[in-house]
Each structure stands twice: as structure tokens, then as C-alpha cells.
């Protein structure tokens, strides 16, 4: 690696990239207005806490600006209304693909393994994946896309840093697949070469955007030159399928124009078609990788990774403060390093998604159903609006009520005595075997909300029931507020 700095070691798959600086360390706003005038006009102070205006989309910009200039010394600027990439969220997917790179699981591309070649598809005007690869790890990147305005803004993004513009290419994905060198390699598989599905991968019709016709650019073939390898690749796909569905956080501004932010089909689709360029390009990347913003398009897309041949599937999911993204990466090259399975534990952590909401619902009228699901049970429960969650603690018998009696018979458990234990502080008297777990509630965008479950004592005796209680609320949230 150029930059000398050290790999990352461990194993990669955990909930929230550890080695991202951003995990346990929000930015400190007070600290960087005083670094950086233009950027103290958007901070203010509720109490001692300095904050911003998460919905003033200039706000969020200069964060993202100085964030960059002061943690990775990246200049960087994108004109109003393309898409703002916060940089926390951001890095932990770089991270994530160090951690892949870094394990060790699949075999190398051969060579000394110290130069790292990655591609962002769908790079954007913030061109902030091979920005913050190059700035970290010393990565070379080709990062591609179609708007003029990603494209040339992409550009002076790199050319902005002469440190490390050497680094990244900016590649248009709309250039007519014959004009980029494709090899006519015969794939053995089928009967068509490179070429020919180029050709049909670019040539997909899409009416998403003012309802013209539109030649669909194309993902990897096509774009991919002839003889060239990659590390990985990454995208962060235009997850909508309409722009009135992106909708738009009303909590947050980061803008995005619909070219950014809708692509026919949505993400799934998006992510389907770099499955299928992939299942031709095959060893021409170590890692395919792509981010997802719905849990629920995982399961498709790992049925389909397994229908083209991959030799490995790897997921995660990135948390920043109140937003998940999930990480969908696969292979399909010898596995090099025995997997060793961890022993089967009981999950400590389950989540699901409330998809299809109805309208007149908030994440407010769940968070409160929550709250009534557990009390109608007799289980203790405080929620906490301003980080949207319930802390719970039931017995074994209001769990046993909670998951309908289809739970293992615990009673064994029921004669260990009592202690003090309390929710708010104040003093309570609680069975000291008991459940205690926080339901978290995280919108994820309009219509859809994540909920998490996390065990507060993961080696109490009845942590056994918490999936079959967990089972139940969502049972009845998804009754209750989806279509
Ligand atoms: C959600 S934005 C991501 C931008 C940036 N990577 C980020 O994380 O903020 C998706 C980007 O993909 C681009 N895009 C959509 N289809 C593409 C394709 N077939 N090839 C290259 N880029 C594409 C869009 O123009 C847009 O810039």
C-alpha cells in the first residue's frame, strides 16, 4: 500500500465497523467551528451540546467538507443538490472492504498484494468512496459514472488533492460499450462473448427519469476494460424506485437528484445487474460488493449470488447513530482460508423491518405500541423519545404470555429470589431472573422503519426466550401498521 499505513487484521462481519475513527466518536461540532470559520455560522447549542441543522442541506455540506479537510486532509465539493455523503456512514463500508481485503478468506489476484485497485459504480459529483479509500489506504481507483455533473465534478474532486489525483480514474459508464475496450473473450458458460452482454447490459430501456425513453448505462461490462483486474468493487446504488418514494428524510438534508437516488427497479434491480455482470467477470474482481439500504432485498440477492456460482457470501450491517445500511459482498474465488464456523450462540441482537406502513403512522405511534405491546403483559417498560427506544424487563411468565406459551419451559429458573433493579433509578422490585432487553425503533426511509431488539444481560438464564418474544411483537407491529 502507497500510504504505508497499517492493514486492518480482524475478521470482518461485525454490526458496526470498529476501525472507522466515527464508530464511538461522533464529530465534536464545537471543536471544528472553532478550527473552521464557515463552518460556525451552522453550529448552535441546545444546552452545553453543540449541534447542527441536520435539514439545512447547506448545513450538512460544510460538515461533510470540513469533516474531510480535517480528518483526511481531502479537499472536496459537490454544487447544490447533488447528493451529500455523510462521511461517518461512508467510512465504515471503506473499512468493511479493508477488513474483506485484510482476511485473508479468498486468494489473492497474485502480485505482491500492495497495490489495491478498486471500483466505485455510481461514484457521484462527491466521488467520496475513492476520495476517502486513496486518502486512508493509498487505494488506486477507477470510479465510474453517467451525469455530466458527476462526471465533472468527480474530476475536480480528484484533481483538487494533486497528492493522490495520480490515484483515481473517473470513468464515463455511458460510453457506447464498443468504445471502451472490451475484450471478445468467449464465456464457456453461454454462448455469448463479453461483448454481446455488454451490449445487452447497457441496452436495458428505463422510462424513470421525466418519462423519456433512457439507455440504462451500463455496471461493470462494458466499462471494465480488457485485462483489468480489480481488488473489489463498491457501489452505493440509487436505492428508489421513484423519486416521490426517496421521498426524503424530513430529519435530514443531503439532497440527491433523481439520477442519484431512483433507478428503474430500484436497488435490488441495481444490485441484480452487477450479480449478473459479475457471473461473467467472475475472477476479474477478488471482491463484488455493493451497499443496500432495505435488509429485505438481501435474502433475493443471496439466493441469486448462490444461483451464479459464487464460492462465498459475506454481509454486514453499518450503524451510524439512527441509520443502518447493510453490506452484501461475494466471490468467486477459491476460498484460501478454512472458515471456522463460531460456536452456535443464542442471538443477541435480532432486527426486522416494518415495510409498507400505513400513512396516518409515525415512528412515534410504534415506538409507543411497543411500549403498550410489553406493559399489556405486565412487563416493566420506559421509553425514551429522544433516542427512540423502550427498555423492558418481563419475567418468565410474561414472556411465556408475551410469545403465546411457544417457548421452552424455564420454570427451573423461577425460585432464584429477587433483587433491586430498576429502569428509571428509582427503586423496584423485579425477579432478578428476567428478561431485560431495548427495542429500538430507526426510520429508514418514508414508509419503512427498522426495528432492533438488543438483550441487556446476555447470560441471564431466560436469554433463551428472547427471540420467541421478539417474534411476537413483530407479529403484532406488522399487523397493526402495515399494508
Ligand atoms: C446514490 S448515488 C451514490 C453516489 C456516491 N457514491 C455516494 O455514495 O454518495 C448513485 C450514483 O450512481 C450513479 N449511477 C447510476 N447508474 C449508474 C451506472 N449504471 N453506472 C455508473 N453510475 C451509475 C448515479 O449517477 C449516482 O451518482
Not at 475478521?11 to 475513527?21: A, F, I, L, N
Request: hydrophobic fraction near 35%; charged fraction near 20%.
Amino acid at each position: 500500500m502507497r500510504s504505508g499505513k497499517k492493514r486492518a487484521r480482524s475478521e470482518p462481519g461485525s454490526t458496526k465497523q470498529p476501525r472507522s475513527k466515527y464508530s464511538d466518536n461522533p464529530p465534536d461540532f464545537a471543536s471544528l467551528a472553532s478550527l473552521y470559520p464557515s463552518f460556525k455560522p451552522f453550529v448552535f447549542f441546545s444546552g452545553s451540546r453543540a449541534r447542527i441543522d441536520w435539514t439545512d442541506y447547506n448545513a450538512t455540506r460544510e460538515l461533510t467538507r470540513v469533516l474531510l479537510l480535517h480528518d483526511h486532509g481531502v479537499n472536496w465539493w459537490i454544487p447544490d443538490g447533488q447528493l451529500c455523503p455523510t462521511v461517518p456512514n461512508r467510512s465504515n463500508y471503506i473499512h468493511w472492504i479493508n477488513d474483506l481485503l485484510s482476511s485473508g478468506i479468498i486468494q489473492s489476484l497474485g502480485g505482491d498484494g500492495s497495490k489495491v485497485k478498486g471500483f466505485d459504480i455510481g461514484t457521484g459529483a462527491n466521488c467520496i468512496y475513492p476520495l476517502l479509500g486513496a486518502s486512508l489506504f493509498g487505494w488506486s481507483f477507477v470510479g465510474s459514472d453517467f451525469t455530466v455533473v458527476a462526471l465533472e465534478w468527480a474530476e475536480k474532486n480528484v484533481q483538487s488533492n494533486p497528492h493522490f489525483s495520480d490515484l483515481i480514474e473517473i470513468r464515463d459508464s455511458k460510453v457506447p460499450p464498443q468504445c471502451s475496450s472490451v475484450p471478445e473473450v468467449e464465456n464457456t458458460e453461454s454462448e455469448k462473448t463479453i461483448q454481446e452482454e455488454a451490449e445487452i447490459s447497457a441496452t436495458v430501456k428505463s422510462d424513470y427519469h421525466d418519462n423519456k425513453s433512457f439507455i440504462e448505462p451500463a455496471v461493470l461490462l462494458g466499462v471494465v476494460k480488457e485485462n483489468e483486474t480489480f481488488d473489489f468493487c463498491m457501489s452505493n446504488p440509487p436505492f428508489f424506485e421513484t423519486f416521490e418514494e426517496a421521498g426524503l428524510n424530513p430529519k435530514t438534508s443531503c439532497g440527491g437528484t433523481p439520477e442519484e437516488m431512483v433507478c428503474n427497479g430500484g436497488e435490488q434491480a441495481f444490485v441484480s445487474r452487477i450479480i449478473e455482470d459479475s457471473a461473467v467477470l467472475r475472477q476479474r474482481f477478488r471482491w463484488y460488493t455493493s451497499m443496500l439500504g432495505k435488509k429485505a432485498n438481501l435474502k433475493l440477492l443471496i439466493s441469486k449470488l448462490w444461483e451464479v456460482g459464487v464460492t462465498i457470501v459475506k454481509t454486514t450491517e453499518f450503524v451510524q447513530g439512527q441509520t443502518s445500511r447493510w453490506g452484501l459482498a461475494w466471490s468467486f474465488m477459491p476460498i484460501a482460508r478454512k472458515i471456522i464456523a463460531p460456536p452456535v450462540v443464542k442471538k443477541s441482537v435480532l432486527s426486522f423491518m416494518l415495510e409498507c406502513i400505513k400513512r396516518q403512522y409515525s415512528a412515534v405511534d410504534v415506538l409507543q405500541s411497543v411500549e403498550e405491546f410489553f406493559k399489556s403483559c405486565g412487563a416493566l417498560c420506559k421509553l425514551n423519545s429522544s433516542t427512540f427506544s423502550v427498555d423492558i424487563v418481563a419475567s418468565n411468565d410474561q414472556c411465556k404470555t408475551i410469545s403465546k406459551n411457544d417457548i421452552a419451559d424455564v420454570d427451573s429458573v423461577r425460585s432464584h429470589g429477587y433483587e433491586k433493579q430498576s429502569l428509571d433509578g428509582s427503586s423496584l422490585q423485579v425477579p432478578k431472573y428476567n428478561l431485560s432487553f431495548r427495542i429500538l425503533v430507526f426510520q429508514q426511509m418514508p414508509g419503512t422503519l427498522l426495528i432492533k431488539g438488543s438483550l441487556q444481560q446476555k447470560d441471564s438464564p431466560l436469554s433463551g426466550l428472547f427471540s420467541g418474544v421478539f417474534g411476537s411483537l413483530e407479529e403484532s407491529l406488522k399487523s397493526k401498521f402495515c399494508r
